[in-house]
């Protein structure tokens, strides 16, 4: 009698498992493993054998990093030019 194959279960409604999560946030699993450590980025809910990321948290971390880069750029943006100096050439004519 052949086998039936798997289906892969699905995640919890709401949720992507951690290689999707993973694919959202162009990082590698591995990546998410490592922040799990640490506790940075979206919170992953342990479900048997798997790890499963709530959406609407990726989605809010993605926002927040993207946030944060901004304001980077624009606070050195804000910064005045600075002065030029005379040249040497400039200043005998």
């Known amino acids: ?8 279960t699905p995640p919890p409604p709401g949720h992507v498992w951690i290689d999707e999560a993973a694919r959202r946030m162009s990082v590698t ?10 506790d ?3 919170v992953g809910i342990p479900s048997p054998r798997r790890l499963a990321y ?3 948290e990726i989605d809010a971390y993605l926002a927040e990093r ?3 880069a901004v304001s980077a750029i624009r606070a050195h943006e804000s910064r005045p030019p600075e ?8 200043v005998a004519a």
């Open 1 to 8: 009698m052949p086998r039936l194959a798997k289906t892969p």
């Open 54 to 56: 709530c959406i609407d």
């Open 40 to 42: 940075k980025g979206p």
């Open 83 to 90: 002065p030029r100096l005379a040249r040497i050439a400039d």
């Open 29 to 38: 699993v591995q990546t998410l493993y490592n922040y799990r450590q640490q």
């Open 66 to 68: 993207r946030q944060a």
